[in-house]
């Protein structure tokens, strides 16, 4: 059964009613001392608790950096909440509406420091109450060896850029002159197929002006051909229907492009050595777009308020975020931000130069996410996806799937 946002507004008010989040027990019992939960810095880096510890030196607050699995991470919270002992911050990949309520107002330092605008989405009271902190990007990459052996080529910048119908083609020169079992693998997530879609002129999934969410003709065009190319052929069907494993089926060596994000760049600088990849821009039908992520920076309401604000204001200084994001490697989500990468710089500029040149559409999903997350709605359906496999599978027909989407999100935003 399909599950609508609902409002938990009521249901929770006796639970948070008087809660003072980020309270001394938060604060680990020390009025010197910030907590602060996150999830995954030590496989990025350690940016965060690098930077805690110059903060500390430059002030004398200590910062409590305490690195939890991503999977406990939002259970952690949302039981700390329960029990009104928040840590003083947190990063987070999505804002809990159980704890929506009861966040630092970080207007002055999002403006202050020139967080991109479309990745902001304010609260019904006006503020901004959670900042990113990195951009996750969908991008595509290559097996360069195989394209090189069969002599066909990719795009270098933005002047020789190929549409789908020239990427496909490619895909099957690949294939067909250097024994590439797939010309493609594309992660089964909806986060890599919206962009699909926008590449292609749809308007995703959006309200009108009466709540109802629709799409448009373009939508319907690009799941015909994302059916089309999964055939077994060009893509594997087992990835979506199956579950199958898109990024060990790229690394492999067998499969000439994969159609993914950023994230992967470490892993494959990493663990790829039998043979050369490259990050090379995605197609465009005739939309140049990518699709946008990120995970936030939240505080907490309470008595470490003040310097929990002042934390977060002074990570976000440009000197300090642009070393936050060298260290991580991070894309950077500050308008201005000259990140020197230490490693695989040409990779990470292909996603700086796609996010640059994107459609503005590729921030609405994480900006629709925040404000309903802000109204006290969520949910983890995933109406894209989990309709999208319905019709690979020949469960449905092109327009029933469309349909069923979009009565899925008029449902979610109570409509």
């Not at 977060?312 to 000259?338: A, H, M, Q």
């Amino acid at each position: 059964m399909r599950k609508k946002l609902i409002p938990i507004a009521t249901v929770l008010s006796l639970a948070l009613t008087g809660c003072a989040f980020g309270g001394e027990s938060s604060a680990g019992g020390d009025s010197d001392t910030l907590k602060f939960w996150l999830s995954g810095d030590g496989n990025q880096g350690g940016g965060f608790a690098a930077m805690a510890k110059e903060y500390t030196k430059e002030t004398g607050v200590k910062i409590d950096v305490v690195d939890i699995p991503y999977d406990d991470l939002r259970t952690k919270l949302r039981n700390a909440a329960q029990a009104n002992d928040l840590p003083a911050l947190a990063r987070v990949s999505s804002v809990d509406p159980l704890w929506a309520g009861s966040l630092l107002d970080l207007t002055a330092t999002a403006e202050k420091n020139k967080v991109k605008a479309n990745l902001l989405a304010k609260s019904s009271k006006g503020e901004i109450n959670a900042i990113p902190t990195d951009l996750t990007a969908v991008g595509l990459f290559i097996n360069k060896s195989l394209f090189d052996k069969a002599k066909v080529p990719y795009p270098k910048s933005a002047a020789d850029q190929w549409t789908w119908d020239e990427f496909t083609a490619s895909l099957k020169k690949v294939q067909q002159s250097a024994g590439a079992k797939y010309g493609m693998v594309m992660d089964g997530s909806s986060h890599r197929l919206r962009s699909f879609l926008y590449q292609h002129g749809s308007n995703g999934f959006g309200p009108d002006a009466s709540g109802k969410y629709a799409a448009n003709p373009q939508t319907t065009t690009a799941l015909e051909r994302f059916k089309a190319m999964n055939d077994d052929k060009l893509m594997p069907r087992s990835v979506w229907l199956s579950g199958d494993d898109a990024n060990a089926l790229f690394k492999s060596g067998r499969v000439a492009a994969y159609y993914s994000g950023v994230w992967q760049i470490t892993d494959f600088s990493q663990n790829i050595k039998d043979f050369e990849w490259k990050s090379v821009l995605m197609p465009k039908q005739p939309v140049r777009a990518t699709n946008l992520g990120t995970n936030y920076l939240v505080g907490f309401d309470g008595p470490a308020a003040e310097k929990t604000s002042k934390f977060i204001d002074w990570l976000y200084t440009p000197e300090n975020y642009r070393k936050l994001c060298e260290i991580s490697g991070f894309l950077p989500v500050e308008d201005g931000t000259d990140v020197k990468y230490a490693a695989d710089k040409e990779a990470f500029d292909v996603y700086n130069d796609e996010i640059a040149e994107s459609a503005p559409i590729d921030s609405l999903q994480m900006r629709s996410e925040l404000t309903a997350a802000y109204e006290g709605k969520g949910s983890t359906d995933d109406p894209i996806r989990d309709e999208t496999v319905k019709y690979l599978n020949g469960d449905q027909d092109v327009r029933t799937t469309v349909s069923a989407i979009e009565k899925a999100f008029t449902e979610q935003a109570g409509g």
